[in-house]
């Protein structure tokens, strides 16, 4: 299966899709409509973690890019979005996830593109803690 979409509750609701070769841009919605159906189940806040381990499908990458974006953009119960693309390995899904969240105009400090999934775990429980006095 191409995407996979999981919810692990470590405390702070996360919910994950991978995303494995071969996938087609249809592929590719159904998984994001399934991870705002996931964040939309309650109203606690949740973490939505996308890991990528392919390169975008042919087509127009920036049209499908933009509609995911703009599809999980109003789901108010995410409190931050993590595109886990490693630099090395995927640099030109890197630039352009970043191209895409200027143009869907994403609040920089909700939306982040990580190398790993861990830093998007480490992220996560760093703006989970509450704040000394």
Do not use: C
């Not at 895409?100 to 790993?116: E, G, N, P």
């Amino acid at each position: 299966m191409p995407v996979q979409v999981t919810y692990n509750n470590v405390g702070q609701g996360t919910i994950r899709m991978d995303i494995m070769a071969p996938i087609t841009w249809y592929q590719y919605h159904d998984g994001i409509n399934d991870v705002v159906a996931l964040a939309r189940q309650d109203n606690s806040p949740k973490y939505f973690i996308m890991t990528a381990n392919t390169d975008v499908p042919r087509d127009n990458p920036l049209f499908h890019l933009r509609h995911a974006m703009q599809t999980v953009k109003p789901v108010a119960q995410l409190q931050g979005v993590y595109i886990v693309l490693p630099g090395t390995k995927l640099p030109f899904a890197r630039s352009l996830t970043r191209l895409v969240f200027r143009l869907a105009s994403v609040d920089r400090q909700q939306y982040h593109v990580v190398d790993s999934y861990e830093a998007a775990l480490r992220d996560i429980q760093r703006k989970s803690m509450p704040n000394p006095l």
